[in-house]
């Protein structure tokens, strides 16, 4: 399956959030608001979620085989570097 990232909104000095990410699954299907968030010195893709009247946080949508989940992280990240190089060249 074809998988491609973009990233819809960065953040240069939000905290721990660094992006949000726009997927693509087999060009057919969108998936926005994934996030790119840095957790103990390096990044991880979070999927979308939802909070439930108690407060509690549920994933809207997730990846079932590990190998969809690498495929997922893959394109994420990559797309994040490339944003990223893409900032650093324009300061």
């Known amino acids: 399956m074809k998988v491609t990232a973009r990233i ?18 087999a060009d057919s299907f969108l998936v926005t608001g994934v996030r790119v968030v840095e957790c103990e010195n390096h990044l991880r893709v979070f999927m979308p979620s939802t909070k439930d009247p108690d407060g ?32 650093e060249g324009d300061e």
């Open 8 to 25: 819809s909104k960065g953040f240069e000095r939000a905290g721990h959030l660094k992006a949000y990410v726009t997927l693509c699954l």
């Open 56 to 87: 509690e946080y549920h994933d809207v949508c997730f990846p079932i085989t590990p190998d969809c989940r690498t495929r997922i992280e893959n394109a994420v990240l990559n797309a994040y570097d490339s944003f990223i190089k893409e900032t």
